[in-house]
């Protein structure tokens, strides 16, 4: 029970259908930015790298052949004029150019030292660039470390992509500046987020906007719906003008308000049946009663008068129980109603009943078909078949046929119909408006006494028992036709 609680509240907090789309596709508009912003990252990163590494690496190997093809060694500050010579053992110094070698890298900023196995420096291009490499950093530990693989390093708050070769008893590390490309990088990142923002932005916004026109149509429904009352449900939408998503919308909401319209009416004409109904009879009370004590009378008249209330009392009750037993079948059966009748001996037990009555119009019964068990309350069915003999006896034409006839149309309902030859013509338009209440297709006729209910009655105690009754009109034969399910 909580969490039908819990449930009912969340769907109580739920967000308009606009928000809800709106918001709907700006997670996925941002998601989707999100993944484009990654993936240009990685690519213009990636792309910088690569061109760092190819830098490095044809760096690396022009030095390699300098030092491959150098001569015999010599003095090393006879060979390099213009480096910062730190170590001068003849047997390990390299006659380079450093000119040469400097001019060389100047399109790339690349820096270059130039030591022994040992890590002892023997030059570096440019000169200074020796003192700035922290105490901490030996150019043989990191040769062992990398052994000529790519790495990036820190130097004087500078990042360097870097590259330790070794040729002839000489280690060589060459280093690229990569900050530069850091901050491009910042920049880019910076500019492409507020560019995917704005996109992201522009996106919502033409949705919102969209969704906002797209959902325009429903506030001429919401008007509509707002502006019912029982003096306007004749008002309905032009389909035509709604976008095509919508206009099985709007022709529910046409057939809604039809359907209104007519219960509508119904209803109207149903309280002002009923209040006739009602009026007559307590009128006639009230005018005997006033009548009797205008003056004394005889005993006898009394009790005359008595017995014409008490009629007219039983008249009142006979409708009020009416009016009872409608509104118990529209509120449905329940299941500890429900059990198996026998169709068979329900109406065999009615035609004996009904044909003393019908015997005085000469009127027969003829009963055919496989009458089988429906699952059913048994006095509401009895009731229900019993109203529609009584109608068929007093329509029926005299020296006539009532059949009563059982057939399976289908496998899971039984249909039962009473049929009878009518004394006036009826149409089928007529015919249907029969099931509605008080409503009397004879008014002429003072020889029956019915209040106009029976075959409202027998409606709503088919629809109870989830069947089905209708009436077809066959010229001058009169059938009621009632479907209920099989126990």
């Given at each position: ?86 170590s001068n053992t003849a ?149 035509s003008d709604m976008p ?180 006036h013509a009826l149409t ?60």
């Open positions: 029970m909580m969490a039908d609680k819990v449930k009912s509240t969340f769907d109580n907090r739920r967000l308009p259908l606009l928000w809800r789309t709106v918001l709907l596709l700006t997670i996925f508009v941002v998601l989707s930015q999100v993944i484009i912003y990654i993936w240009v990252q990685r690519s213009v990163k990636g792309h910088f790298e690569q061109m760092d590494a190819e830098i490095i690496t044809h760096a690396a190997f022009n030095l390699r052949k300098r030092l491959s093809d150098a001569p015999e060694p010599n003095v090393l500050s006879n060979a390099l004029p213009n480096a910062q010579i730190v047997n390990l110094s390299v006659p380079i150019d450093a000119d040469h070698l400097h001019s060389s890298q100047l399109d790339y900023d690349l820096k270059t030292l130039i030591t022994d196995a040992n890590g002892r420096l023997l030059t570096s291009v440019p000169n200074g660039f020796a003192d700035e490499l922290p105490i901490e950093v030996n150019i043989a530990s990191l040769w062992q470390q990398y052994r000529e693989q790519q790495f990036v390093i820190e130097i004087n708050d500078r990042r360097y992509r870097a590259l330790i070769i070794k040729d002839n008893e000489v280690l060589a590390f060459i280093a690229l500046p990569i900050d530069v490309h850091h901050q491009y990088l910042v920049q880019f990142n910076r500019q492409l987020s507020l560019i995917l923002l704005a996109i992201t932005l522009l996106l919502v916004s033409i949705a919102a906007l969209s969704v906002y026109w797209g959902f325009a149509p429903l506030a001429t429904i919401v008007q509509k719906m707002k502006g019912i009352n029982p003096e306007r449900l004749d008002e309905r939408l032009t389909v095509l998503e919508l206009r099985p919308l709007a022709q529910s909401y046409n057939l809604m308000l039809a359907k209104l319209e007519s219960n509508f009416d119904s209803l109207s004409r149903f309280s002002d049946n009923i209040a006739h109904e009602l009026r007559t009879p307590l009128a006639t009370l009230s005018t005997q009663t006033q009548v009797m004590l205008s003056k004394p009378r005889a005993s006898e008249e009394y009790i005359e008068q008595l017995h014409h209330q008490h009629d007219t009392l039983e008249q009142l009750s006979s409708l009020i129980n009416n009016m009872l037993l409608l509104a118990k079948t529209q509120k449905g059966l329940k299941d500890s109603q429900l059990s198996p009748v026998d169709t068979e001996d329900l109406m065999t037990k009615l035609i004996e009943y009904y044909e003393l009555i019908a015997e005085d119009r000469r009127i027969t019964f003829e009963k055919s078909g496989v009458f089988a068990s429906v699952l059913g309350d048994a006095g509401l069915l009895q009731r229900l078949f019993a109203n529609l003999i009584s109608n068929a006896i007093y329509y029926a034409a005299s020296d006539s046929v009532i059949g009563i006839k059982a057939s399976k149309l289908t496998p899971t309902s039984l249909t039962i119909t009473v049929s009878n030859r009518l004394t089928q338009t007529d015919a249907n408006k029969l099931f509605e209440r008080f409503y009397r297709h004879d008014k002429t006729s003072s020889d029956h006494s019915g209040s106009g209910l029976g075959l409202s009655i027998v409606q709503a105690i088919a629809q109870a028992h989830k069947g089905k009754v209708d009436i077809n009109i066959n010229e001058d034969t009169f059938e009621v036709r009632v479907a209920l399910l099989l126990s």
